[in-house]
């Protein structure tokens, strides 16, 4: 059974930082792009950032400079560094992991508040 386990979210002051992780279980990591999603209320969700098995990054032109992903393959987890966090950021973030070879195999996390509020 798959899972994707979000951990780190919560409320922030704007102008502050959060620490995103997220621990998968299930699939072989290494054979995994994975990714942060976002999706605000009223709106689509869209991407944030994804991060290859090698460690090649993309990042969403509204968070270059001020959000990082990584991952640990040795921990099967990813994870999203926020900094310069803005109100309109407010969301629900979520990890996603998508097979390097089959598109057919994407999974989802449940999900993890994130709120940027003075």
């Known amino acids: 059974q798959v899972q994707l386990v979000e951990s780190g979210g919560g409320l922030v002051q704007p102008g502050g930082s959060l620490r995103l992780s997220c621990a998968a279980s299930?699939?072989?990591?290494?054979?995994?792009?994975m990714g942060w999603y976002r999706q605000a209320p009223g709106k689509q969700r869209e991407l944030v950032a994804t991060?290859?098995?090698?460690?090649?990054?993309m990042s969403a032109d509204s968070v270059k400079g001020r959000f990082t992903v990584s991952r640990d393959n040795a921990k099967n987890t990813v994870y999203l560094q926020m900094n310069s966090l803005k109100p309109e950021e407010t969301a629900v973030y979520y990890c996603?992991?998508?097979?390097?070879?089959?598109?057919?195999?994407?999974?989802w996390g449940q999900g993890t508040q994130v709120t940027v509020s003075s």
């Open positions: 996603n992991a998508r097979h390097v070879r089959y598109d057919n195999n994407v999974y």
């Open positions: 299930g699939i072989v990591f290494s054979a995994y792009v």
């Open positions: 991060i290859t098995p090698g460690g090649i990054t």
